[in-house]
């Protein structure tokens, strides 16, 4: 089955560094990733829909510059939070579509604890 | 018994015993549906999808239910066990939508 990893699984970083977080797809191309945050006992958020070679989409609220998303090839996707501070300490989660379109899973990675100190 | 806490419902059952959990979804113009376990520290990991086009479909130990008049999705889970716990999230594809909404999730413990 489709696969997706993404790393670090979990990042401690001090107040005002950058983390970079990668996604990829193992065994399939995905021309569209999407990154979502998770709080604790909450629902999966959609920040933005990453797409192979030109820019993302953000949802409402989500500050692209705060969070850039570099989606270089077709088995990468890549997020990285800047300047960095405590309440960015979430739960992100990354996924994919094996095939374009609608009316097939979403496949997860398993996410990345960041906390920010 | 079903009890909802400050964000998360969560469901309480025995070892053995038959899981319901339900889900209202937000958009009738939906096409596709999918229940998705998320264990503790993990990501969402894919159990059945069903489209619009059905009202059920079963799978191992499985079955989801469609009520489009209702916007309604349950997940039934047979002979229920400790491994089953988990949060469960019931999401849905809206047409000309890229991605998936997910609905707010049950959290599901199994008692041995």
């Known amino acids: 089955g489709a696969v997706v990893s993404q790393h670090p699984s979990w990042v401690i970083c001090k107040s005002g560094t950058s983390v970079k977080i990668e996604c990829r797809s193992l065994?399939?191309?995905?021309?569209?990733m999407f990154w979502y945050r998770q709080f604790p006992k909450q629902s999966l958020m959609l920040m933005a829909t990453?797409?192979?070679?030109?820019?993302?989409?953000?949802e409402q609220g989500v500050e692209k510059d705060k969070f850039l998303i570099n989606h270089a090839s077709l088995t990468l996707s890549t997020l990285t939070v800047t300047s960095a501070h405590p309440e960015d300490s979430s739960f992100y989660i990354c996924s994919a579509r094996d095939r374009t379109g609608g009316n097939s899973p979403l496949h997860f990675g398993n996410g990345t604890r960041l906390t920010v100190t | 018994g079903e009890s909802v806490g400050l964000h998360l419902p969560t469901l309480s059952v025995q070892e053995g015993d038959n899981s319901i959990i339900n889900c209202a979804y937000s958009?009738?113009?939906?096409?596709?549906f999918i229940w998705y376990k998320q264990e503790s520290g993990k990501g969402p990991q894919f159990i059945i999808d069903?489209?619009?086009?059905?009202d059920k479909r079963q799978g191992q130990r499985v079955t989801v239910l469609l009520n489009k008049t209702v916007k309604h999705l349950s997940l039934q889970i047979a002979a229920t066990q400790p491994g089953d716990s988990a949060v469960y999230f019931c999401a849905e594809n809206p047409p000309i939508y890229s991605t998936l909404t997910f609905g707010k999730g049950t959290m599901l413990l199994v008692s041995p």
């Open positions: 065994d399939f191309q995905a021309t569209t």
């Open positions: 069903i489209r619009s086009n059905m």
């Open positions: 958009n009738s113009a939906s096409d596709y």
């Open positions: 990453s797409n192979e070679g030109s820019k993302a989409t953000y």
